[in-house]
Every structure is written in structure tokens, then in C-alpha cells.
């Protein structure tokens, strides 16, 4: 995702005022650029239903710049992809829960890419789900609140296994 305005940074106000039942004006001051997290990024194509939460919106960091990959190793992994192969990206994630403006809960799953940039790409050039090996600590004291919950949540709506 490299437009501010398509990023779910900006898409999740208009996506909360909606479930909220507000009228999703928005002040003429707030711009997409004012939220954008300062990278071009991956992001699923649509918010995670949850239960406590009712989205989780998930981003995929990059770890170096996206504009630097290699378009030839990008094509390589699109010939794949278009054969049917699906091979996999490792991301760290975590769960970030939040309150905005002290009024609205919401759910991030937030990656950042160790290996896979290339095969991201593809996937995403392709319009296929990528297939993502997802690294995250659980346990107790595990990090931000609802951790375990929110990725239970998630893999629960994929089918993911531990």
C-alpha cells in the first residue's frame, strides 16, 4: 500500500463512524498523510471480524525499501505464484490493542517483514492471499493487552494452527 488514502491507517475512521452509525464526515483538516505510519506497506484487503474487538485490522511492515527489491526476483516469485506455489513469507507479529480518542477500542495485527518482501510483492502484484509464517511471543506477560486473545481471534477466522 503505498496510497495514504487506501491505507486502513485513514480507512478505519470512515469504517468505525460507519459500525458506529455516525455520518463519517470527516473535518476538512484530517488527511490521509496524517495518519500514514511513514512507509509503503502491505495490509489485508479487509478488516478481521472479532468478538471484543469487531475489527482487526492487519499491516505488514517492510524491514527494507520496498521501492529497492529486485524486479526480476519479484517476477520469479509471480511465475510461481501463478503455478500454484505458495511459498511463504516470515513476518514478526504482534497484537496492538488501542482506544481512540479515548472513545473507540480497535485491534492491529502488526507484522514487520524479515524475509519475504519479494514474495509479498508477488502475492500482492498477483491479487492472491499471501501465505504468511507468522512469529509471534505468547505466554504470560506476553505484550500489549489482548495478545493472545486478538491472535486467537485471527487464526480462529483463518484457520491457523500453534
Do not use: K, N
Given at each position: ?45 479487509a478488516p478481521v471480524p472479532g468478538g471484543r474487538v469487531p475489527f ?44 481512540v480518542e479515548a472513545l473507540h477500542e480497535e485491534r492491529w495485527l502488526?507484522?514487520a517483514i524479515l524475509d519475504g518482501h519479494h514474495r509479498l510483492a ?41
Open positions: 500500500m503505498a496510497e495514504p488514502a487506501r491505507s486502513w491507517w485513514y480507512r478505519r475512521a470512515a469504517a468505525r463512524a460507519e459500525a458506529d452509525g455516525d455520518d463519517g464526515e470527516r473535518p476538512e483538516y484530517d488527511r490521509p498523510e496524517d495518519y500514514w505510519p511513514g512507509v509503503a506497506h502491505f495490509q489485508l484487503t482487526t485490522y492487519g499491516a505488514l511492515l517492510p524491514s527494507q525499501p520496498p521501492e529497492a527489491l529486485d524486479p526480476a526476483t519479484v517476477a520469479r516469485h509471480a511465475a510461481a505464484v501463478a503455478a500454484g506455489e505458495r511459498p511463504a513469507a516470515v513476518v514478526l507479529g504482534w497484537i496492538d490493542d488501542r482506544y502488526v507484522g508477488a502475492y500482492a502484484a498477483a491479487g492472491v492471499p499471501a501465505r504468511v509464517l507468522l512469529l509471534a511471543r505468547v505466554g504470560e506477560g506476553s505484550g500489549a493487552d489482548g495478545g493472545l486473545e486478538g491472535l486467537a481471534e485471527v487464526a480462529a477466522v483463518y484457520g491457523c494452527r500453534e
